[in-house]
């Protein structure tokens, strides 16, 4: 089948691989030169596992084109929306002027039966908004709602074997014609056995908006217990072992540590708020608003903790942050919480230098205050003490004994809770987690 998708950022990139590597033609298109030209040459913009490897797999195929001229959709039956809905400039609301304009770039290329398949996260009623504007330019047009659930770091995997597919068509109904085109695109993943639920656009749209709403929830409500653990000397690493042990309740996204970050779950879940205030239905989400602010409260505990740590004043004192990235395998530093600690260290006097495997450029370009050092042996010479806030394999395994004599003082905050404190410890480290004494 020929498909073209629109947005070749973390989703669109991924996406378009994938789609050829599932046997598909597809050409790639964005507005972003740089990106484009990188992809042609099978390079990827960013770093995503396995990401390379699939560009270059499938490039040679010859089903995998890019370029940054839309008329090239044109002869495609599927066009796939990816570009971004970030949060808009001081507002809670997210800014679909990217979604509106692909869409509008869009409609002189679009032939009668051809779907437009939005996989971009947007407010509920942005499928019946642009079915309505495609409808005006070509009647015979259809727009579905397939968000998207891959996680940054699994992308190509989580796209290759999805864990589900939602099509929302303007009937919500089986015998949708564009259901059967989306049977063919994805009929490997199906014929594996992932699950489809056909349903209808508000739903579908929803359905991403509730999925992280209640991942995010789940995360400040661990985070939330470790403030009442840190208050009253319990652990919340056993406390959440102990409740996760409840199948109901699971231990999946119950780890504590200095919150969530990156290019989704921020925004989508302001968004969210914003959206059901627009429907009259705020009341319904005013627990985000907490859910949002127990996770903005971590990064600030992160500072006190660390000036505690440094014995009372942050002024003058080396802190080596490692991890920059918002997650670790990642080089995503949207909303990174460790880079938005390490910039109010520095605020606060501290000498911060920042340590990352993949994250450094975009970190650079984000926080160019900040000190950036490649290589973690130099990033942690005579440091006052280390922070680890991104929970890269490379962090996790240090061997406590090792770093000893390159440190000034061998403290160490685990920002996360993936390191073995008793071990730390036991060699001489000044351990601190989050949650637990
Ligand atoms: P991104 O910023 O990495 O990519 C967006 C891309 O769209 C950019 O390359 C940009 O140049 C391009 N673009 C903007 N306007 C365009 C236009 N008019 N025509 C063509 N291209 C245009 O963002 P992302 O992380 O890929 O996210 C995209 C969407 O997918 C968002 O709605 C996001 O919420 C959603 N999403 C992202 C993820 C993720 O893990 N990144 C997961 C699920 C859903």
């Known amino acids: 089948m020929r498909i073209s998708v ?43 596992p396995g990401l390379v490897e699939l560009l270059q797999e499938v490039q040679a195929t010859g089903r995998l084109a890019f370029t940054t001229d839309i008329s090239a959709a044109a002869g495609s039956l599927v066009h796939f929306i990816c ?12 800014d679909m002027t990217y979604v509106d304009a692909a869409a509008t770039a869009l409609l002189p290329h679009l032939a009668p039966g051809d779907l437009v398949v939005g996989k971009s996260t947007v407010p509920v009623g942005t499928a019946a908004r642009l079915a309505q504007l495609v409808k005006s330019s070509e009647p015979a047009a259809e727009v579905v709602w397939n968000p998207e659930f891959l996680r940054e770091g699994h992308a190509v995997s989580d796209t290759l074997h999805p864990d589900r597919l939602v099509f929302g068509v303007s009937n919500g109904s089986e015998d949708h014609p564009a259901v059967a085109i989306l049977d063919e695109v994805y009929e490997a993943p199906l014929a594996a056995g992932a699950p489809r639920l056909v349903t209808d656009h508000p739903t579908a749209e929803l359905v991403k908006a509730a999925a992280n709403s209640f991942l995010a929830t789940k995360i400040s409500f661990i985070n939330a217990m470790a403030e009442v653990c840190e208050a009253s000397g319990a652990d919340v690493t056993q406390l959440a072992d102990a409740i996760g042990m409840d199948d109901r309740i699971g231990r999946k996204f119950l780890h504590a540590g200095i919150g969530f970050g990156g290019g989704c779950l921020p925004k989508d879940i302001r968004a969210f708020m914003a959206r059901a205030g627009e429907l009259g239905a705020d009341q319904a989400l005013t627990f985000l608003r907490e859910v949002d602010a127990i996770n903005m409260r971590r990064r600030t505990r992160v500072v006190e903790l660390t000036r505690e740590l440094c014995g009372g004043t942050l002024l003058g004192k080396r802190i080596t942050v490692l991890g920059a990235a918002f997650k670790p395998d990642s080089d995503d530093v949207r909303d990174s919480p460790a880079l938005s600690i390490a910039a109010q260290l520095q605020l606060q006097g501290a000498v911060v230098t920042v340590t990352d495997p993949k994250a450094l450029e975009n970190a650079a370009k984000r926080f160019p205050e900040l000190q950036f050092e490649p290589d973690m042996h130099d990033a942690i010479s005579r440091a006052d003490a280390l922070l680890l806030l991104t929970e890269w394999e490379k962090y996790r395994t240090m061997d406590p004994y090792a770093l000893l004599s390159r440190v000034e003082s061998a403290r160490i905050l685990d920002g996360r809770n993936v390191l073995d404190a008793e071990k730390w410890r036991a060699a001489g480290w000044t351990y601190r987690g989050l949650g637990r004494v």
């Open 6 to 48: 629109i947005g070749c950022g973390y989703l669109g990139a991924v996406h378009a691989a994938c789609m050829a590597k599932l046997g598909h033609d597809v050409v790639g298109i964005d507005v972003d030169e740089v990106k484009i030209s990188e992809l042609s040459s099978a390079r990827a913009p960013f770093f995503e």
């Open 83 to 94: 570009v971004g809905t970030p949060q808009k400039k001081g507002e809670n609301g997210a």
